[in-house]
């Protein structure tokens, strides 16, 4: 039985599905990105390094603040570069809005419809949630679609005390908006099916790693970039499988780090390690409470609006972090007066189509009972659950 | 007399699709405004159906696919008023970079393989592919504008962006030292604003993402900024939204 759907709705960019049921264990399932050829490395080489983070967060507009300050890692990694601790709690609080942001856009608008039909007050009160991150990352960043004052060394403009207040005072009537959510979505009639795979995440000693945080010894020596004909993904192989990341591999990894009313929230639905892919839906939710927390506690901490100055020369750099969907990687190396030589980005779902194609596989002969419109719902529901970013993926 | 609701399509070609998050960031606003349009066409957000023919559609992202062309000319063909959203569909956006260089080498640079296999054009305006009616630009455009837009379209008069450069709501709406007084790149006379200066607020200087001010003295003002950067310098800046040679 031969499956395609077209022009996958409710997702971050264009691609579609051919899946095949072959028998009553094994399937076949490839997604078809959709987007063309934006060559954001190749139109990098020979740029100046300060355009590195305006022009990488254009390739994603649900995902451009982690894309900016990824990159800004990576050239202050690149110049030796230490940004002093005010920097810091800043740009966490940023990377914070940013997964709350994107969690709740794709929780409210893409996945939940594939459950319920959600209450008009339960929708405006996520509306509401949301909209407090959005404020918050605008009043830190300056724009939440392509950010504007982080920059390498700090920010171009802090943010007055006043406006840290703001965000500190909202904090608890947004924390409890943000567990009803999670409630909610702890309730939701998750198909019941697993899938072991590898999960990969930034880890850290005694935190939920997010800004900073290292990767599995010799993991770029483990990982490939594969490049197929008349396929614009270079998907990635972790020791020639394919590997999870996001949500789910955050939690199921540093779950122990979370913060009490997200931890609270996840081991009333589920102890580690959650193996159902669907279930990265829930664990986006568990991060929204967690990244509530952790914004309103580093919105406490004092902190002086020093910028680090910094000599541009010739270096290679590199920049960590999670972005909603998973691991992001950018690489630079710059010349002595700034100028982009090479660079290298990885995204979060350039490395995780493959296991997305790999689950599918499996998940698609559970589907042979069921009617046409039933399977594809299943098929859709499935996809959405990975949030895929093919924007960011086709990069 | 029951009124007819207008038909809205609101379709992507490639883009990051920044511009329809800058609308779905609306939150409250955008709902109450899909409360008085029928929105028949929206893949970001609901379903796809049946193709129809529509009132009022918007084009976002550039044409970089032979599957994005064909799009684009069958939704010219579908709707009565094409607005282009944003500054991909304006101008290209950052894709357009390759028009600058050598497109082949850039090509050849992220898919070392597979670079001859690709669909991997001169980028190109949408206005030079279809007729448009209007535009929204910016990069992202402003939530804000896309809803006065509606006001005024709703009520059947014409939308038009007032002709002001940066400076003028720099001024407005910041108590800001000047980035260009400082020595800062910055475009802000020769550029449309309606963005309420946005980056010069936050300490970026105006890298035109709204294109050129009808009428602006561009001549003088780039000779002017020739006194603070390289002619290079100032070419990399006005290559980002594809204002160079343009």
């Known amino acids: ?395 | 007399m029951a009124k007819n609701k207008i038909k809205v399509a609101i379709v992507s070609l490639t883009s990051c699709e920044g511009c329809q998050f800058a609308i779905l960031d609306l939150g409250k606003k955008f709902l109450e405004l899909a409360k008085k349009i029928k929105i028949s066409k929206f893949r970001l957000v609901e379903e796809e159906k049946k193709e129809e023919y529509y009132d009022l559609a918007f084009i976002e992202g550039s044409p970089l696919l032979k599957k994005n062309y064909r799009q684009l000319k069958d939704l010219r063909q579908r709707t009565k008023f094409l607005v282009v959203l944003g500054n991909c569909a304006q101008t290209g956006g950052v894709y357009a970079m390759r028009n600058y260089g050598h497109k082949e080498k850039i090509a050849r640079y992220v898919y070392p393989q597979t670079f001859k296999l690709l669909f991997n054009p001169i980028v190109e305006e949408v206005s030079k592919v279809v007729n448009i009616d209007a535009v929204l630009p910016g990069c992202p455009i402003i939530g804000e504008e896309f809803l006065k837009f509606f006001e005024y379209f709703l009520d059947k008069r014409k939308f038009k962006i007032p002709e002001r450069p940066v400076c003028y709501e720099c001024q407005l709406f910041e108590r800001v030292d000047c980035l260009l007084q400082k020595g800062l790149p910055c475009l802000g006379p020769v550029i449309l604003s309606g963005c309420a200066a946005v980056c010069p607020a936050a300490g970026m200087p105006c890298q035109g993402c709204r294109g050129w001010l009808k009428d602006a003295n561009r001549p003088n003002m780039l000779a002017a900024l020739k006194n603070k950067i390289s002619p290079q310098e100032l070419n990399k800046i006005l290559e980002i939204f594809h204002l160079r040679n343009t």
């Open chain 1, 1 to 395: 039985m031969k499956i395609r759907i077209d022009n996958l709705a409710k997702m971050e960019g264009h691609a579609s599905f051919e899946g095949a049921i072959l028998n009553e264990n094994v399937g076949r399932a490839k997604m078809i990105t959709e987007e063309g050829a934006k060559l954001i490395e190749g139109i990098l080489i020979g740029r100046p390094y300060w355009q590195a983070p305006i022009i990488t967060s254009r390739i994603c507009g649900i995902c451009p603040i982690v894309h900016f300050l990824c990159a800004i890692k990576a050239l202050e990694n690149a110049f030796k570069v230490k940004p002093k601790a005010g920097a810091i709690i800043l740009r966490k609080i940023l990377e914070a809005t940013q997964i709350i942001h994107s969690h709740t856009l794709h929780l409210l608008f893409f996945s939940l419809p594939d459950f319920l039909k959600p209450a008009d007050d339960f929708r405006k009160s996520i509306l509401e949630l949301r909209d407090w991150s959005l404020k918050t990352a605008r009043a830190i960043g300056g724009r939440v679609i392509h950010p504007l004052t982080p920059e390498v060394g700090g920010f171009k403009k802090w943010p007055t005390e006043t406006l840290m207040k703001m965000i500190v005072n909202n904090g608890t009537d947004v924390l409890r908006k943000a567990i009803k959510l999670g409630e909610l979505f702890k309730r939701l009639k998750y198909p019941n099916w697993q899938r072991a795979t590898e999960f990969i995440a930034l880890r850290q000693a005694g935190e939920y790693a997010f800004y900073d945080g290292n990767l599995p010894k010799d993991f770029f020596k483990k990982i490939k970039e594969i490049e197929e004909p008349g396929e614009l993904v270079k998907r990635v192989r972790y020791n020639k499988k394919s590997y999870m990341v996001g949500a789910i591999a955050r939690v199921n990894l540093n779950w122990r780090y979370l913060n009490p009313c997200a931890k609270k929230l996840l081991l009333s639905f589920h102890k580690p390690p959650l193996l159902n892919p669907f279930y990265n839906i829930f664990c986006q939710a568990v991060e929204v409470v967690h990244f509530v927390e952790e914004i309103t506690k580093l919105a406490k901490r004092k902190f002086k609006p020093i910028n680090v100055s910094f000599e541009v020369k010739a270096g290679k750099g590199i920049g960590l972090i999670e972005a909603p969907r998973g691991t992001l990687y950018h690489y630079y190396e710059l010349s002595p007066d700034g100028t982009i030589l090479n660079c290298n980005i990885i995204t979060p779902t350039a490395q995780f189509l493959n296991n997305l194609e790999d689950d599918l596989a499996i998940y698609l002969p559970k589907t042979l009972k069921l009617n046409s419109e039933q399977r594809q719902n299943k098929i859709k529901a499935l996809i959405r659950a990975y949030d895929p970013c093919i924007s960011c993926a086709t990069h």
